[in-house]
């Protein structure tokens, strides 16, 4: 796996994947698409190459001019909430965007093997599970309960179907929360940055939403690892849960927060309607990833901690 493409190379995932991938001494190349700070200090280091994940032909040329042996396919549009009001753009970025890949590979034909590809698929595949269905493992049915939900279950059937129909070793990663330093957007980034902004006196209070909701964290860092090892080892064809295999209440991550913290912090929940796409309980279980030697090292309180850290000297 000496040469490594990844799409959304400029994002959250994608800056930590081209950082652990450097020291493991394989040549990085990054297609981005606007910002590309989380870059700033590799980008001597690794070569990029600006695209929109859309644009077929450019995906093609780029995939025949680096001849990767491992794709990463992180680019996506890849939260819930604007899916609502906008999922043709959800839909042409995740499911679109991953066809446009898969066919730039098959038209490109650029090795005597293909590239081992690794697809960055979602839990909210799975949508709302049963108690009796938690810890959620890879077999669960496809309940998805948003439009950016069903976006990425298509692109993780054309996955499969792409592994089956053209003999691609395709590997599809179900990603559960993934969070740490320069997250943003997430609960733990909204619950962190909230605090730091507490204590330099930028606001007074925090005012979360719903805390009983229930959901399992891993730290990126962790998480590249797992990607990396998932190219190395992971079955093709085959879909595997990336996960810690706990979960945490809201109140629980707010509580671990504050009590990192030196300053008296005001809590002000919000009575905030529920919306149909907030699945009460995800947990996952990572037993089958597990087996190919992986384990999350990083605990919550560390991550969290790590991230105030993060946003302590970016405010």
Not at 63 to 73: G, L, R, S, Y
Not at 211 to 233: K, P, S
Request: aromatic content about 8%.
């Amino acid at each position: 796996m000496s040469k490594c493409l990844i799409t959304g190379c400029g994002g959250f995932i994608g800056s930590y994947l081209a950082e652990y991938l450097l020291q493991r001494d394989a040549a990085v190349y990054g297609i981005v698409h606007h910002d590309t700070k989380n870059l700033d200090h590799i980008k001597d280091k690794v070569t990029l190459f600006s695209c929109d994940i859309k644009d077929k032909d450019r995906v093609e040329a780029i995939v025949t001019e680096v001849k990767p042996d491992a794709i990463f396919h992180l680019a996506a549009q890849s939260r819930v909430e604007p899916s609502q009001p906008n999922p043709e753009k959800t839909f042409s970025i995740n499911t679109l965007g991953t066809l446009s890949l898969l066919e730039a590979v098959r038209k490109a034909a650029i090795n005597p093997v293909n590239p081992v590809i690794e697809l960055a698929c979602s839990s909210a595949e799975y949508g709302f599970s049963h108690q009796d269905e938690i810890p959620i493992d890879e077999t669960h049915e496809f309940r998805p309960s948003s439009p950016y939900a069903v976006s990425k279950a298509a692109a993780d059937l054309l996955g499969y179907f792409y592994w089956r129909a053209y003999h691609f070793p395709i590997i599809r990663v179900r990603l559960f929360n993934i969070t740490g330093p320069r997250r943003m957007d997430d609960v733990c980034s909204d619950f962190t940055r909230g605090i730091v902004e507490i204590e330099k006196g930028h606001k007074d209070k925090l005012e979360p939403g719903n805390l009983e909701a229930i959901r399992d964290f891993t730290d990126v860092r962790d998480a590249v690892e797992a990607l990396w090892r998932l190219v190395e080892r992971g079955a093709p064809g085959e879909a595997y849960n990336l996960c810690s295999g706990r979960g945490y209440s809201m109140r629980q991550v707010l509580d671990m927060a504050i009590s990192l913290s030196s300053c008296n912090i005001k809590v002000c929940p919000q009575q905030r309607k529920l919306r149909s796409i907030d699945d009460p309980v995800y947990i996952g279980d990572n037993s089958k990833l597990k087996r190919l030697g992986w384990e999350p090292q990083i605990p919550l309180e560390r991550t969290l901690e790590d991230m105030l850290e993060h946003w302590r000297h970016q405010i």
